[in-house]
């Protein structure tokens, strides 16, 4: 037992770095790739891309990406493909990629790239509601992890709602060296003369497809475990779901065209980094690290993109959007308290059984929780 046991771990080492690590690097990389993607998102929209077009190709980029890999690398692990299957990878495509893109380009479009990324901080709140709802997780309000975790919600929930309807007076306006550098920044600056609210309405519809798609593909990967054909299909599905659209709204030829370099990059930027490798990377974090563990990290990202937003876009703060932040931040921080508490319960509950006491496993469990507090939610918990 002690053998297959340090296999196991070894077997999720690379380079003889751990796990956990791995998971927090890769995060780390996935919220700066989807930083860069709100800013060259803003780029493509300001240059005048059809927002039906920008995600077909996107997901086509991702597509041709993804297919080779997960054909020969996954032909031992990949389950047979049946309609059950087809079903659910037609129904997340909906959730996570048509909806999810669709509703991010149309809040995008009113708003900014920072306050774009700032609503999405209320992902890891929306997220651990679905979950407590579908029974993934458990909330004791006789307990304050549980009182922490109800109360983070309410603060993200609050700070999503400040952003929506309260824009405010403008806290800090930059003077950037690449809009006085060239003129073609001069129109890439925040959004004017722009329906605010209603931008910030299709963000939140963005947010809670972000969330469902989190979560329910949590219990398929426990089927269908080979993570990149997994997404693929998806992807395939989305292309699929947005020509449709297509064919109803975009029925301008010449919007199909790539008119200048700055488009081609942005279509490049979104899906090979922001939707090819992101989506792998993201599959693997939720398979290993669950659904919550994920949506964590999204403050990383606001971060970076207000810096890249007011060097590159010359972006407006206003004061709505700073106070939505950080209540939004602090609702977070709450739920990641709450979570880890919760973490500490289990851990002297287990150490306490009999049960437990009598199991030669039991030991090794205990001490990897205590190591690896953000990491004990696997999808063999969901």
């Known amino acids: 037992m002690a053998d297959t046991g340090n296999g196991a771990v070894a077997a999720r ?9 791995q998971l927090h690097l890769a995060m780390l990389a996935l919220q700066f790739g989807y930083a860069g993607f709100h800013v060259v998102s803003r780029f493509a929209l300001n240059m005048g891309i059809s927002k039906i077009v920008f995600p077909v190709y996107r997901n086509i980029l991702a597509l041709l990406l993804l297919l080779p890999f997960a054909y020969f690398l996954e032909k031992k692990e990949r389950p047979p493909l049946n309609w059950n299957f087809l079903l659910q990878f037609f129904l997340l495509a909906i959730v996570g990629i048509t909806a999810n893109q669709g509703f ?6 009113n708003t900014s790239p920072t306050f774009a990324s700032a609503i999405q901080n209320s992902v890891p709140a929306i997220t651990f509601l679905m979950a407590v709802l579908l029974r993934i997780e458990k909330v004791r309000l006789d307990r304050k992890d549980g009182i922490s975790k109800v109360a983070g919600t309410i603060l993200c929930v609050a700070g999503a709602s400040v952003i929506t309807l309260y824009k405010g007076p403008t806290i800090y306006s930059p003077t950037t060296p690449l809009q006085s550098a060239s003129p073609i920044f001069l129109s890439l600056g925040d959004a004017k003369g722009k329906n605010w609210t209603l931008g910030c309405i299709f963000l939140i519809g963005h947010c809670l497809s972000w969330s469902g798609w989190l979560v329910l593909q949590a219990p398929i990967l426990k089927k269908y475990p080979a993570r990149l054909s997994f997404t693929s299909y998806q992807c395939f599905f989305g292309v699929i779901q947005f020509l449709v659209i297509a064919a109803f709204v975009e029925r301008d030829a010449q919007a199909w065209l790539i008119h200048s370099g700055g488009e081609l990059f942005s279509v490049f930027y979104a899906g090979v980094v922001a939707s090819g490798i992101a989506f792998a990377v993201q599959i693997w974090c939720i398979d290993r690290g669950g659904p919550v563990f994920v949506a964590v990290y999204q403050p990383v990202q606001t971060l970076v993109v207000a810096i890249m937003a007011s060097i590159a876009l010359g972006e407006e703060f206003y004061l709505g959007g700073i106070v939505g932040a950080v209540l939004i ?8 308290w709450g979570k880890n508490e919760e973490r500490k319960y289990s851990q002297r509950a287990a150490i306490q059984s009999p049960a437990d006491q ?3 496993r039991a030991p090794s469990h205990v001490k990897t ?14």
Do not use: D, M
Not at 13 to 21: D, L, Q, S, T
Not at 104 to 109: F, Q, V
């Open 13 to 21: 080492r690379i380079c003889g770095i751990p796990e956990k690590f």
């Open 104 to 109: 991010y380009l149309l809040g995008l479009e």
């Open 329 to 336: 931040i602090a609702g977070l921080y709450l739920v990641l």
């Open 358 to 360: 009598s199991n030669t």
């Open 369 to 382: 929780s205590i190591t690896h507090p953000l990491l004990s939610q696997s999808t063999e918990n969901v």
